[in-house]
């Protein structure tokens, strides 16, 4: 499989979309309400909310292409911090999807490592990231990527608030 990874532009605004609502749906449909469901897909994942996290110099979208298809993402929030790191120069991976067919080929970890060598290059001490108490998968994933549990927030889906827990990674 041959891949391709680049910065995204605003040109990708609508694959973008369409991956971040598909994988989000495909992961949180179960567990949440569709009322919930929609009011968190209409904020986070239109199109005028893609293109104005694209245009916002403090934020990062790595995309995996393969045959012209954006099959894989990780958006970083460069100097985000958040509870246990505010010493520290950090940046979060804010989303970090891959498309459900492709699980199993290694797009993950090729993503996350790709991330990390750039979170060193452009000298951050820290990456760190919410996931959903819930999601034992992702957590076993960033495990194995070297995140390590560091503390929990609270994460809104519509009206409900739901606890994320804090995973970090030293570069």
């Known amino acids: 499989m041959a891949i391709n990874f680049r910065l995204a532009n605003v040109n990708d605004a609508i694959l973008l979309r369409k991956l971040s609502e598909d994988t989000f749906r495909d992961t949180y449909t179960e567990f949440n309400t569709p009322e919930n ?3 968190h ?23 995996i292409e393969f045959d012209t298809q ?6 970083l929030v460069k100097d985000h911090s958040t509870k246990g790191l505010a010493d520290k120069k950090v940046v979060e991976i804010e989303r970090f999807y891959v498309d459900k067919n492709l699980h199993g080929q290694q797009l993950g970890r090729k993503l996350m490592d790709f ?3 750039w979170s060193k290059e452009n000298n951050f001490e820290t990456i760190w990231l919410g996931v959903w108490e819930n999601n034992q ?5 960033y495990k194995k990527m070297g995140f390590e549990f560091l503390d929990k927030h609270i994460f809104v889906l519509g009206t409900e608030v ?6 970090k990674k030293d570069v």
């Not at 998968?137 to 994933?141: I, L």
């Not at 739901?162 to 995973?167: A, G, H």
């Open 70 to 75: 954006i099959v894989a993402f990780a958006k």
């Open 37 to 39: 469901m929609e009011a």
């Open 115 to 117: 991330c990390t060598n």
């Open 41 to 63: 897909v209409a904020k986070n994942f239109s199109i005028e909310a893609i293109v104005n996290d694209l245009q916002s110099p403090q934020n990062q979208y790595f995309i």
């Open 137 to 141: 998968n992702a957590m076993e994933f």
């Open 162 to 167: 739901q606890t994320d827990f804090t995973m």
